[in-house]
């Protein structure tokens, strides 16, 4: 006779292959981003990488021990009680995952041989993003279909091995993504500097496009560009709170110094890029820095932001 399913058991199987699905989604998912950034293709944006990469993290660090964790109290519970392996709940779980897995793997080399007899660009990434997910589902395939024909249920020497692997590959993923993206002061540091950059770049805003194109001038200092009208404050320093340094240089050059905790690269995405403006035209603004103070000179092109002479204040 078919044990019944109680709640308990519901609960637990579902616990264990939402966390097994979960771990599996975020441990492909940090590996590509991983991928992604130690081989970036030309041209590519990948502005998001390190935050879908801190967040794939951290949904690995929470869902992979408790999968491991209700995995080993669900086991214990077919060691007590061997009659409930035929339960509904399990038997369906396993055979979704069966599904899914295999569905996966289809598709996966239903890919890797679409893109061969195309002639199309096979990278170096491109094979490694098919080898894992290769890997995950072979393995979670494998596992499940020795779970559902399995009849004794103690954890044999090889099995314990097999887990020890893989929490090993987790782990070192889990570690080298930290170090990828760096550790939780780095981030900061790079939140921060990003964030003068920003800061930076709306005052220069505000120079150009309030003071210069209605005045024909630049102010003398910052304090001229507080607007209580339009709300416009002048920003400080994230971290310190102090006035950023300002110079003017001539009528339409000035100079905009910060000091900033890291550097600064066009392959780094967590630091502002280098972006444009376009007025009758197309100016690069570039904003890359060192960890120091940096200045930064802009001289403005009266063609490409011409004096708006209907607003012209005297």
């Not at 559902?148 to 590959?169: A, D, H, M, N, Q």
């Not at 003068?196 to 709306?202: A, E, G, P």
């Not at 502002?272 to 690069?284: F, L, Q």
Request: glycine share 4%; with cysteine.
């Amino acid at each position: 006779m078919q044990s019944k399913t109680s709640a308990k058991d519901f609960f637990l199987y579902l616990a264990v292959f939402i966390g097994l699905y979960v771990s599996s989604i975020s441990f492909l998912m940090a590996t590509f981003q991983i991928i992604n950034k130690l081989f970036p293709l030309t041209g590519e944006y990948i502005g998001s990488i390190d935050s879908t990469i801190r967040a794939s993290l951290a949904t690995l660090i929470i869902f992979f021990p408790a999968f491991i964790y209700v995995s080993y109290v669900t086991n214990k519970n077919l060691i007590a009680n061997p009659e409930k392996k035929d339960i509904w709940i399990r038997r369906w779980m396993i055979f979704l995952t069966l599904f899914v897995a295999g569905i996966t793997i289809a598709v996966d080399l239903a890919t890797l041989i679409y893109r061969f007899l195309g002639a199309e660009d096979l990278t170096v990434r491109f094979f490694l993003k098919v080898f894992f997910v290769l890997a995950v589902t072979i393995t979670i395939f494998r596992f499940t279909l020795k779970d559902l024909k399995r009849i004794s249920f103690e954890v044999s020497k090889k099995s314990k091995i097999y887990g020890g692997i893989i929490s090993l590959i987790v782990l070192s993923v889990i570690v080298y993504g930290i170090v990828i993206i760096g550790s939780p002061m780095e981030q900061r540091a790079k939140n921060l500097d990003n964030n003068r950059v920003n800061d930076l770049r709306s005052i220069q805003s505000q120079i150009v496009y309030t003071h210069w194109q209605n005045k024909g001038d630049i102010p003398e200092n910052l304090t001229e560009l507080n607007d209580p009208i339009s709300s416009y404050i002048v920003p400080t320093d994230p971290e310190t709170k102090a006035d950023y340094e300002y110079t003017k240089i001539s009528k339409n050059s000035f100079e905009l110094c910060a000091t900033f905790k890291t550097i600064s690269s066009t392959t780094d995405e967590t630091v502002a890029k280098p972006t444009s403006y376009y007025m009758n035209g197309a100016v690069n603004e570039n904003w890359q820095h060192n960890a120091e103070r940096t200045c930064f000179t802009r001289t403005i092109d009266t063609k490409i932001y011409p004096v708006n002479k209907n607003k012209l204040i005297d």
